[in-house]
């Protein structure tokens, strides 16, 4: 049985149900919750409820159990749907791909605009300050006859930050590097990972079990990314000196830090009197959480909210085969705005320009300056927004993104607007 993620659907399993069709698996349920996105977790347990007393169970042999995978959104329904809806009693094994187990920042930040879920139902479910949801989540009980593995990736961006929240205390865990939100769907350490779980071989498969060493030192130069409201630039040296600017005023000062803790501690002293922060780095170590207290004030107790800074990126030459203008052929996740047509344009200048037709928004124009940086099979993109006219993409604020050449294609990822935080 597959449970699928926001806004997709049934179909978005087919290429593992077309793989597993390979190994003599011969039964598959995908649901389609309605509406597709944005509902309560608990209203789509109730779906997969009857779904599986409808559609599921009528077709399997008493007393015969079912396996249940889960992406993202399906994470939280299937726990719910296993715990409180007589799960238990149906589903033997039940593997969970880049769960919100413990809260995920996107939601924190779709509360500020919508604190009580009226349009996206599931933040006051899945916030990452332990709303009420996610609480009755902590223990096995209701669960202990189910056999749980939990598959998650420390770069995808959905949890930078926040990267153990997938993970369930008395699950199998297994951490797959390099791989997004989608991708760990997708990949093929998370197909082998889970045939293994399935036919009872997991303590053999050896993928997953190795931990990821997650960067915890902040030395470098940090551009704030959007909240032009806090400081603009930090940079921390390895002799533990620290400047920051302001847009306005040069402040020195020392730091100290200690790590191996989630999130890690920092204080800053500067003439006027010490801060004391939290900070986290995400897995590839460009990214970097920080939030303070007033000065000489307590530590803050948690990390929510922080100000996102991103490493400040090296000027470069604008790469020859990046420069001209791409219309896009493909529309990927965009598809839901209703795109009939966009356009990227990169000069030898470093300027960036997008263009595009959506329902949304007729006549879509974002111009920018834009710094490329050269990754081993890709270009990272960091791009400052000097004009817009797109509410969520808005001037002044950061925008990063990765390209790739193949062949004669350009291909163009930006963050999804939930998440444009980060």
């Not at 698996?25 to 995908?30: C, D, H, P």
């Not at 929510?304 to 493909?330: F, Q």
């Not at 993409?393 to 050449?405: E, F, H, Q, R, V």
């Amino acid at each position: 049985v597959f449970a699928h993620g926001n806004t997709e659907s049934g179909a978005a399993w087919t290429s593992i149900i077309e793989r597993l069709k390979k190994f003599g698996y011969n039964k598959f349920f995908a649901i389609n919750f309605d509406p597709p996105g944005y509902g309560s977790s608990v209203t789509y347990a109730l779906q997969l409820y009857d779904y599986m007393n409808k559609e599921v169970l009528p077709q399997i042999k008493p007393n015969k159990k079912v396996a249940i995978f889960g992406h993202s959104l399906g994470v939280s329904t299937v726990r719910y749907y296993i715990k409180y809806l007589g799960g238990n009693s149906h589903i033997s094994h039940a593997i969970l791909l880049g769960g919100a187990n413990h809260g995920i920042i996107s939601c924190d930040y779709v509360l500020l605009s919508d604190p009580e879920g009226k349009i996206f139902k599931q933040a006051p479910e899945g916030h990452t300050g332990n709303p009420p949801f996610l609480q009755k989540m902590l223990s096995p009980e209701g669960e202990n006859e189910v056999k749980y593995m939990t598959i998650s990736s420390p770069h995808d961006f959905y949890y930078s930050t926040n990267e153990e929240s997938p993970c369930i205390d008395w699950a199998d865990n297994r951490i797959i590097p390099y791989k997004g939100h989608w991708g760990i769907r997708e990949s093929d350490e998370t197909f082998e990972v889970s045939l293994a779980f399935l036919e009872g071989r997991e303590e053999k498969c050896q993928i997953g079990r190795a931990l990821f060493p997650m960067p915890d030192r902040p030395f470098g130069s940090w551009d704030n990314c959007g909240n032009i409201s806090a400081i603009e630039r930090y940079v921390f040296t390895e002799d533990w000196k620290v400047t920051l600017f302001d847009g306005k005023n040069t402040k020195h000062g020392i730091f100290r830090i200690k790590t191996g803790r989630s999130p890690n501690y920092i204080d800053i002293e500067f003439p006027e009197g010490v801060y004391y922060g939290l900070y986290a780095l995400n897995a590839c170590g460009d990214n970097i959480a920080l939030k303070f207290g007033s000065v000489n004030e307590k530590r803050p107790t948690n990390i929510r909210y922080p100000v996102y800074y991103y490493k400040t990126p090296k000027e470069a030459k604008m790469p020859d085969e990046l420069v001209g203008s791409w219309k896009a052929t493909s529309f990927a996740n965009l598809s839901r705005f209703g795109p009939s047509e966009f356009t990227v344009t990169f000069t030898k200048d470093h300027l960036c320009k997008m263009e595009g037709k959506f329902k949304v928004l007729p006549n879509l124009l974002i111009e920018g300056k834009c710094l490329i940086e050269k990754e081993s099979d890709s270009y990272k993109m960091h791009m400052l927004i000097h004009s817009s006219n797109f509410d969520v993409y808005k001037a002044n604020n950061y925008l990063g993104g990765l390209l790739a050449m193949k062949a004669d294609q350009l291909l163009f990822v930006i963050p999804p607007t939930s998440v444009l935080h980060l």
